[in-house]
């Protein structure tokens, strides 16, 4: 098996889910940590003892040794790391949401077409855990019938504390949107990945308790139409104090229905009845392993699964489960979402 060597850049609140998910692969080191604020890497090199620690993401860029690095910074400078990272022949795994700029996303994308060599993948690790996985298969085996409905809807709360801690939250520049674009992306992401590509938005977004605090959105609403003809909607919001996390999606088909709440389903019908007790149960048995539970819990745990996953990929020579273009199809769905809430119009995508 091939040694991997990693590099984490970007030493904040989602770096350890990285190392620890790399800790767990055999065959691989980390060799340098990256932050801007050299004493974040150095504490984090002192906790999983890693030998080398900078500010500067170049010099990674030049140690031969390195094969893959994870892109664990602001949203905005991911496109910058990754072109550079690309270029320097290293593989890539980015954070979500691969970037906040379309121009960046596709920078990103031009960069991996000109190494199509080299894995680059974006991290949506939901798409990575059993439930999610086997709701897709249950959409795409047809057995909802013809799917007429989808809707989602995430809130969470988001303090001020929050925001005024990192100063690229909530800015239009460096995180790129709000809610949208940080906590509900992933939730985003899914409807993708089960009802497919999305044909054209409608988004009306606002800032309705984090004035003066940030400025972006906090609050957003949009009508979705799927290139298959399904209708959706999704609401989202980070303003309520009445709840921490919570997101749901109903599926409404004419052979089935679904509450899938917290990617637990929380209602079951199907006309035929035999389906449903074998989906509550398939579902039931869909148990992510223990060892792969290393985040908090409404990161889920599907990082680990997702980087074993890309490094498998870059050991054999093979797309990744999430590809750096499927994670763009999300960025761009998410910068048409804030278009159409600046212009007032449908977006096609
Ligand atoms: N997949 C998930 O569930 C999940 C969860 C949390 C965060 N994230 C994503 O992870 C990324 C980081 O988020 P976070 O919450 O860890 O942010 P954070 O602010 O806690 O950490 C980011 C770190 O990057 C450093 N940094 C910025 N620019 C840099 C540069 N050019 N070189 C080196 N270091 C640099 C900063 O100093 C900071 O320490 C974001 O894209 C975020 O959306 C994903």
Redesign the pocket.
Known sequence: MKHVTCAV???????PTHIESFIKIPDLSIKHL????LN?AEKLAAQYSIPNCT?D?RAILMDPEVDCVSV????F??AE?TVAALEHGKHVIC???LTSTESGIDAMLDAHRKRPELVFSG?F?HRCEPTNRYLRNLIQSGKFGRILTCSLYVSCLRTNEYYQN?A?RGTWANEGGGVLI?QSI?HLDLLRYFFGDIESVAASYDNFVHQGVIETEDTIAIALRFRSGILGTVIATSGSKSVTWRSGYTITGTEGFMEYTDFIPSYVNFVDSSLKEKVIKDFSDCKLDDALQVSKGY?GGG?PAQIADIIDAIRNGREPYVSGEAAAGTAKLVLACYESSRTGKWVNL
């Not at 990256?34 to 604020?37: A, N, V």
């Not at 664990?72 to 949203?75: A, E, G, I, R, S």
């Open positions: 850049i970007g030493c904040g609140v989602i770096a990256c932050d801007l604020d974040k500010t993401y664990c910074t602001d949203h400078s991911h790391i954070e979500k949401a991290i690790q990192d690229w940080n992933h990161y990082h």
